[in-house]
């Protein structure tokens, strides 16, 4: 599949959206990619999910686990790791969820051995913040990260995440905006929240 097959599932699914957005990050978009529309459907997302595995072992990384951050990782999280059991049968998927004090936390269930390594995967990165939050709260039981692994890449600067490898199916740089920078055109637009 080509970086321009990616953003056609988006496209074909409904999942890819113009108008004027609030993103996660804070930053506004006259883009938003809906990946939980997209990963609804079983095949796309054992297509993308086959596709990131490959990547993972392309790079030769044998991680442990697969994190993924809750909500939108959770799924992700685990067809990736599906995927790579057919060569790595031990690899198991959890997640990390949002902890109340802005950071993120494992499961009790989760339990992470002091240097257990893991790969992070994402839907779509725009500043990384979640995934660095999850990526911190594994690292603070001792696993350690060997990589990070998106559908799409949407950031214009590394930012957080520049101490890790990253492995994207798709790099999509379209520009964000702080609430003050919004250009006329797209200020004109209803902002929506999502």
Known sequence: MSQTDVLDLYKQAGAFHEGRFLLASGRQS???????TLLQHPRALMELGGLMSQKILDAGLKPDFIVGPAMGGVTLAYEVARQLSETLP??????????????????????????????????VLTTGGSLLRAVRAVE??????IGLCCIIDRRQQTGPLSGYPLMSLKELYFDTYASHEVPGWLAERPLQEI
Not at 30 to 36: I, K, R, V
Not at 140 to 145: A, D, K, L, P, T
């Open 140 to 145: 603070g039981q001792g696993g350690q990260c």
């Open 90 to 123: 031990d690899v198991r998927a959890i997640f990390a969820e949002k902890d109340g004090s802005g950071g993120m936390k494992l499961r009790e269930a989760f339990a992470v051995r002091p240097g257990e390594t893991f790969v992070a995967v994402e839907d």
């Open 30 to 36: 006259p883009y938003f990619m809906q990946s939980t």
